[in-house]
Each structure stands twice: as structure tokens, then as C-alpha cells.
């Protein structure tokens, strides 16, 4: 069954200091990872869709990655307002998102 | 001008009750779903439509039965409530592109649904 899996879990930065969120999937046939942001009391907003091993897409301070077996999404000099829970999915079969359990991350000032 | 629109917010009613929560998309897209988060903030596929037609139906209890009357809306109905069944219930939008992918798989804000 596919498979995804977060971390860390949560990830405390201070303002400026750039760092990696991991996810590591199994999937048979990857058709799509998927990257979201999600504030409290808000649904996922997206961010990103990835296809293919070696592809990348930058936004702003964020820039995710795409390997054969792991995603990782990368955060250079974030601000607060960065803070959130990071999320990222498969696509399995042609519509279901299999999600991770997600990383907190809190950007202090 | 919200893409993916879900009343109500909050919904909080008793066990043995039942409840409907409401979902409208206005970006064109066909294929709209439910989700639910736990607790624990996993998020996991309840159902998925697709030009009104029901595609998948993940192992969830058949006191939940979704119902479209059009592409652009996907209603949930939930009987007989228990008190596990408290979590957030996130609609969501996608359009079907031919080779097999989706782009535009986008939610709604969540309606929180507390069973006492």
C-alpha cells in the first residue's frame, strides 16, 4: 500500500534560518506529489505538484524536490508568516491523495 | 469569489443526530471529494465524484452517504452520529487531464463537526 511519511514532525526555526522538511513515499507508479500549506482552522492550500525524479519548483522562499524515493521541500531565510503545517501527498491511482501526517513548522522572530 | 466553498464552519450536535454538510466549487473543475482529519491532523479520502457519478467510496461506515446533484456540488450526509465521528470534513476539487493526472486539487476551508 502506498505510503507516506513526514518529518521532522515539528521543526522550531528562528527567523532567517533555512532548513529542509523531509517526505519519503512508496507508491507504485508515482503520478504526483503533492505539496500543501496548512494554517490553523484553514484547509490545505496548494503549493506545489511534482512529476518526475529531479524536478523542482521554486515559490517565493520555498523550493521543493523530487527524488526517485523522497520529496523535500526547502525553506531559505524563512519569516514568520512562514509558520504552518507543512503536508505532502501522493497521487495514487487517478484521484486519491494519499497525505503524511505533516510538519509543524514555527519561524520565530 | 472563494473556489471551494463548505457551510457550515462549525457544527456541533448530538449523538444519534443527523447532519448535512455542504459543498460548492466555482472552478469548472468535475471530479470533487471529501476528506476527513482526525485528530492527529491526518487527512484521508472518504469518497470522490466525478460528473456526478461515484468513483471511489473508501471504507467508511454507510451512515455517511454523499450525494451530487451536479458537478459543482457535493453534499455529505451523515445519520445516526456517534461520537467518533467528531473530526474536520475538508471538501475538495480537481479537473481530470487526459493522461491519467489531475491538476487543481483544491479545498475548502473545513467544517469542524463536534458530536456530544
Known amino acids: 500500500e502506498d505510503q507516506v511519511t513526514q518529518s521532522p514532525e515539528a521543526l522550531r526555526l528562528q527567523e532567517g534560518e533555512s532548513s529542509s522538511l523531509n517526505c519519503s513515499y512508496t507508491?507504485?507508479?508515482?503520478?504526483?506529489l503533492f505539496w500543501y500549506r496548512q494554517d490553523p482552522g484553514k484547509g490545505p492550500e496548494f503549493l506545489f505538484t511534482?512529476?518526475?525524479a529531479g524536478e523542482e519548483k521554486e515559490k517565493e522562499r520555498l523550493k521543493a524536490t523530487l527524488t526517485k524515493k523522497e520529496s523535500f521541500l526547502h525553506i531559505t531565510a524563512p519569516k514568520p508568516e512562514d509558520s504552518a503545517t507543512y503536508l505532502c501527498a501522493v497521487l495514487q491511482g487517478a484521484q486519491k491523495l494519499v497525505f503524511g501526517q505533516g510538519t509543524r513548522l514555527t519561524i520565530n522572530p | 469569489d472563494t473556489a471551494v466553498s463548505q457551510t457550515p464552519k462549525y457544527l456541533v450536535t448530538q449523538m444519534g443526530n443527523d447532519k448535512s454538510i455542504k459543498c460548492e466549487q466555482n472552478l469548472g473543475h468535475d471530479t470533487m471529494y471529501w476528506y476527513k482529519q482526525d485528530s492527529k491532523k491526518f487527512l484521508k479520502i472518504m469518497f470522490s465524484?466525478?460528473?456526478?457519478?461515484?468513483?471511489i467510496n473508501e471504507t467508511v461506515p454507510n451512515r455517511f452517504s454523499p450525494k451530487s446533484p451536479d458537478k459543482a456540488h457535493l453534499n455529505l450526509h451523515i445519520n445516526s452520529l456517534e461520537l467518533g465521528d467528531s473530526a474536520v470534513y475538508f471538501c475538495?476539487?480537481?479537473?481530470?487531464f487526459g493522461t491519467g493526472g489531475y491538476y487543481g486539487y483544491t479545498f475548502g476551508s473545513g467544517t469542524r463537526l463536534t458530536v456530544v
Open positions: 475538495a476539487s480537481s479537473q481530470f
Open positions: 511534482l512529476y518526475s
Open positions: 507508491v507504485s507508479g508515482l503520478r504526483g
Open positions: 465524484y466525478n460528473n456526478k457519478e461515484l468513483i
